[in-house]
């Protein structure tokens, strides 16, 4: 059974920080691109940080860069979304999503993130 299952979100206090772990069952990451979404109530789903399959090439909404860092262990089957200086503006449900390039198209079940001021 295929599962992607997020874990590390929580409360935190402005200027704080949070890891986020996505840990795949069922599939190998290797080939996947693996992404981080997040959505607010009454907003869109938004991209946040993706990283590459190969090279580990990453890219960041801007609102977001040098505070959040994507990562990923093929070995142990896990993303990951390091957080820092946190802002009440990043409170939202974070997902975890992997894209393979032939196909294979998984979410996770979100976590919550809330950033207190």
């Known amino acids: 059974q295929v599962q992607l299952v997020e874990s590390g979100g929580g409360l935190v206090h402005q200027g704080g920080s949070l890891r986020l772990s996505c840990a795949a069952s069922?599939?190998?990451?290797?080939?996947?691109?693996m992404r981080w979404y997040r959505q607010s109530p009454g907003k869109e789903r938004e991209l946040v940080a993706l990283?590459?399959?190969?090279?580990?090439?990453?890219n960041y909404r801007d609102v977001v860069k040098g505070r959040f860092t994507i990562s990923r262990d093929d070995a142990k089957n896990t993303a990951y979304l390091e957080m820092s200086n946190l802002k009440p503006e990043d409170t939202a449900v974070y997902y975890c999503?992997?894209?393979?390039?032939?196909?294979?198209?998984?979410w996770g079940q979100g976590t919550q993130v809330t950033v207190s001021s």
């Open positions: 990283i590459t399959a190969v090279g580990g090439r990453t």
């Open positions: 069922g599939f190998t990451i290797k080939t996947y691109v």
């Open positions: 999503n992997a894209r393979g390039v032939l196909s294979g198209d998984y």
